[in-house]
């Protein structure tokens, strides 16, 4: 777990799964990856074995306990739609999602056929929102997987942007993050690139979250675009569903 994220777009992470394999050109310098060899390194228990694919079921029920409503990132180092996370421990994932319903969490994946293939079996919830990783047009399919889904709040991570995303079809999509490639091996990021994405967020009326140019340094590359930065969320929506979330907060249910 990790109050008070750096992640830009959320405000904490929650893992109940860790490690995964790489499965297209986005993976191929993972920040996870290295992250979690750091980790091992340094005797942390959750990854005594590196990135291999890991379940945490002692991690369950963590974001029960934090009292504060906060947007939280599932899986920050792992994707929860894995084909070695059974059936059986993503719908635990679920349920502790939907118990904490104080919360906004947000599931990430690249592994759109199985989500799409699991999401009829699933007990989606306002709070829940889901997100597939687009990182060049090769792979923009996976925003159909995302559509079919039953998620109330649907959001496109287009990062590390690998290249042109023209003519997207942003129907049904709430919520779009880009970024640049960060660490010792980034690859470059085309400025065109992001603008014309931010142009169709802006024709489609879709927020728009521009979360780093990237590179080898990106706290000197900096996030800003055209002179600002770009912070959008899923405005009303959001708004309403966390007011929902605190009338119907009692702390009497959460887990001490």
Same mark, same amino acid.
């Given at each position: 777990?990790?109050?008070?994220?750096?992640?830009?777009?959320?405000?904490?992470?929650?893992?109940?799964?860790t490690?995964? =394999?790489?499965?297209?050109?986005?993976?191929?310098?993972?920040?996870?990856k290295?992250m979690?060899?750091?980790?091992?390194?340094?005797?942390?228990?959750?990854?005594?074995?590196?990135?291999?694919?890991?379940?945490?079921?002692?991690?369950?029920?963590i974001?029960?306990?934090w009292?504060?409503p906060? =947007?939280?990132?599932?899986?920050?180092?792992s994707?929860?739609?894995?084909?070695?996370?059974?059936?059986?421990?993503?719908?635990?994932?679920?349920?502790?999602?939907?118990?904490?319903?104080?919360?906004?969490?947000?599931?990430? =994946?690249?592994r759109?056929?199985?989500?799409?293939?699991?999401?009829?079996?699933?007990?989606?919830?306002?709070n829940?929102?889901?997100?597939?990783?687009?990182?060049?047009?090769?792979?923009?399919?996976?925003?159909?997987?995302?559509?079919?889904?039953?998620?109330?709040?649907k959001?496109?991570?287009?990062?590390?942007?690998?290249?042109?995303?023209?003519?997207?079809?942003?129907?049904?999509?709430?919520?779009?993050?880009?970024?640049?490639?960060?660490?010792?091996?980034?690859?470059?990021?085309?400025?065109?690139?992001v603008?014309?994405?931010?142009?169709q967020?802006?024709?489609?009326?879709?927020?728009?979250?521009?979360?780093?140019?990237?590179?080898k340094?990106?706290?000197?590359?900096?996030?800003?675009?055209?002179?600002? =930065?770009?912070?959008?969320?899923p405005?009303d929506?959001?708004?309403?569903?966390r007011?929902?979330r605190?009338?119907?907060?009692?702390?009497?249910?959460?887990?001490?």
């Open positions: 777990m990790a109050q008070g994220s750096s992640i830009e777009w959320t405000e904490s992470t929650w893992n109940p799964v490690g995964c =394999t790489k499965i297209s050109p986005g993976c191929k310098h993972c920040y996870a290295r979690a060899e750091r980790l091992q390194a340094m005797g942390q228990a959750n990854y005594a074995s590196g990135f291999k694919l890991t379940i945490q079921p002692h991690m369950l029920e974001p029960l306990r009292k504060k906060q =947007t939280i990132f599932v899986n920050s180092m994707d929860l739609f894995h084909k070695d996370v059974p059936l059986t421990y993503v719908r635990q994932v679920f349920d502790v999602m939907r118990r904490a319903h104080w919360h906004c969490f947000q599931v990430l =994946t690249k759109a056929g199985r989500l799409a293939e699991l999401s009829p079996k699933l007990e989606w919830a306002p829940i929102w889901m997100g597939v990783s687009v990182e060049n047009t090769k792979y923009r399919n996976r925003i159909e997987d995302l559509r079919s889904t039953a998620s109330s709040i959001f496109l991570s287009l990062e590390p942007l690998l290249g042109p995303l023209h003519d997207l079809d942003l129907r049904g999509i709430d919520w779009v993050i880009v970024g640049g490639e960060s660490g010792p091996k980034a690859r470059p990021v085309d400025p065109a690139w603008t014309d994405l931010r142009d967020c802006e024709r489609a009326r879709v927020p728009f979250f521009f979360k780093q140019w990237g590179g340094n990106k706290k000197r590359t900096g996030r800003l675009l055209e002179g600002r =930065t770009w912070d959008e969320m405005g929506r959001v708004d309403k569903q007011r929902h605190l009338r119907d907060f009692e702390p009497l249910a959460v887990v001490s």
